[in-house]
C-alpha cells in the first residue's frame, strides 16, 4: 500500500522537480510493471531527495516482497510494518556480494563486490550461525557465493544474512553481556551501522563450518545494530565438504 502523504522536493533550486511531480500512484505501476527492477529504483533514486524517498518507502519495499515473500512475511510477522535498518538496505542485501578491500573487514584479500542475480536465504541454515542458548532467534542465511581460486587464500566464500527482531534478540543480547567491541573504522556496507565481531565475542558455533562446507577455522562473521550480517570463509574441497554434511 502506499502511503498517502504529500511531499515537497528537498533538491536544489534548479531540480525539474520543482515544476510539478509525477503523481506517486502512477511512479508504483510503472514499477509494477517493470517487476521492481532494482538497477531502475536505484537510478531513480538519484534523481532527486523525493524520488529517493518514495524508492525507500515503497519501492524497495515491494521489490523485497517480490523477490522473497516468504522471508519478508516471517520478517514483519512480529507485528511491525518496518524492518531492522530500513528496506532498500535489505534490498540491496538481497542481490549484492559485499566482497571485501585490504585493511577492511576481512582484510587480507581484495574481492570487489557485485550484484548476485539470485540467492536463497534460509532460515534453518540460519540456526547453524547462533549458539545453542540463541537458537530461539530467527536469522536467515545466504548460501555462499563463490569466488574460487584466491591464490593463497584458496577458495573463498561469502555469505550474509539478517535477523528478525534484532533488537530483542539472544545474540543482541549476549554481545552487550559479553562487552563486545564494535569495529573501529568499518561499518555495514547495507546500512552504515556499526558492527559486532562474533568471532572475537567467541559466538561463532562448529555447526557454521559444516553448514557452509568451510574450514572451521576459517569463518569470520560480523552482526550490524540493524542485525545484517556479513561473513567470509574458505572453503572446503568438495569431496571433503559433502563429507562435512554427512557428518553434520
Known sequence: MIVAKQYRCIHSASCLCRKGHIKE????????????????????????????DIAKRVLWKEFCRTRAPKMMLDLQSSGSHSVDGNWKALGKLLIHCSGCSKGGLFNSIQIPGHFVYRT?????????FLLPQCRTDVLYVS??????????????GFFRGVF?????????????D????F????????????????????????????RLGAYDDCIEYYVCLNGHMLGICTLLPLSDSEEASELE
Open 164 to 176: 528478525k527482531s534484532f533488537s530483542v534478540s539472544s545474540v543482541r543480547k549476549m554481545l552487550i
Open 120 to 128: 536463497r536465504f534460509s532460515r534453518t541454515s540460519g540456526k547453524s
Open 183 to 210: 569495529h573501529p573504522t568499518e561499518v555495514c556496507p547495507y546500512c552504515k551501522a556499526k558492527l559486532w565481531n562474533m568471532l572475537q565475542a567467541k559466538m561463532v558455533p562448529r555447526s557454521a563450518g559444516s
Open 25 to 52: 500512484y502512477v511512479i508504483f505501476l510503472v514499477f509494477q510493471q517493470l517487476n521492481w527492477n532494482p538497477r531502475l529504483i536505484a537510478t531513480l533514486s538519484c534523481v532527486c531527495k523525493w524520488f529517493d
Open 143 to 156: 548460501d555462499p557465493c563463490e569466488h574460487l581460486d584466491q591464490g593463497e587464500e584458496g577458495d573463498v
Open 178 to 181: 559479553r562487552e563486545a567491541k
